[in-house]
């Protein structure tokens, strides 16, 4: 899969040559202060696309956060699509200034992968979840349970990216997309999971501990 050494996500690459160019042409043509802006917008560009390297937890039935930001939701909803009952979600919120590379949450097989287009409604919002742009995946462990996790475009976001294929093999911690410009990930976590986090707790993608899987 992709960007798994870059320090910087090949997805940004457009935007920041774009960026580059424009700053560019604004300094041949002298007009400090349009180069200043467009600089400005090059180095955020650059910065927004980070992919800094993390450290998986030792515990090998830790589920990590497959993104970095703020939790906004953990609670018990009905989940129609794949398990047909009521488990236990974990949204995380990103904003412009957090990692926006997504890591997967536990290893295990692609058994299913889903993709909605949607509305662009602001992503902290409790309709996101079913209303907004969406691609899930859904993951069978090595002990044979299920997990659901679902990357959500925002109120900026217009492009969600997915590498994996249904029968892909995936490791704990590895990229395996991101979200342009601000956006959520929820984890549907299968029944007799522990889930740790609680609302209002930061995270890091693939480091920061969310809950078990036994």
């Given at each position: 899969m992709r960007n798994q050494n870059q320090i910087v996500a090949v997805e940004g690459y457009p935007f920041?040559?774009?960026f580059a160019f424009v700053t560019l042409v604004?300094?041949?043509l002298d007009w400090g202060f349009l180069t200043f802006v467009s600089l400005c917008l090059t180095l955020f560009t650059v910065y927004f696309f980070r992919n800094p390297e993390r450290h998986l937890p030792p515990d090998e039935e830790a589920v990590v956060a497959p993104a970095d930001g703020k939790i906004i939701f953990v609670g018990n909803v009905m989940e129609e699509r794949?398990?047909?009952e009521e488990v236990t979600k974990v949204s995380i919120f990103m904003s412009v200034f957090n990692v926006h590379v997504n890591r997967v949450p536990f290893p295990g097989k692609v058994l299913d992968m889903f993709y909605n287009k949607g509305e662009?409604?602001?992503a902290s919002l409790d309709k996101a979840s079913l209303q907004n742009e969406q691609a899930g995946i859904l993951l069978e462990t090595p002990g044979g349970q299920k997990l659901l996790f679902v990357q959500i475009a925002g109120l900026v976001a217009r492009r969600i990216v997915t590498y994996p294929?249904?029968?892909s093999i995936l490791e704990k911690g590895a990229r395996y997309g991101l979200i342009r410009f601000g956006s959520r990930v929820?984890?549907?976590f299968p029944p007799g999971a522990e889930v740790t986090s609680v609302v209002g707790d930061n995270t890091i993608g693939g480091e920061t501990v969310i809950g078990y899987i036994r």
């Open positions: 920041i040559g774009i604004f300094a041949l794949f398990f047909k662009f409604f602001n294929v249904i029968g929820d984890i549907y």
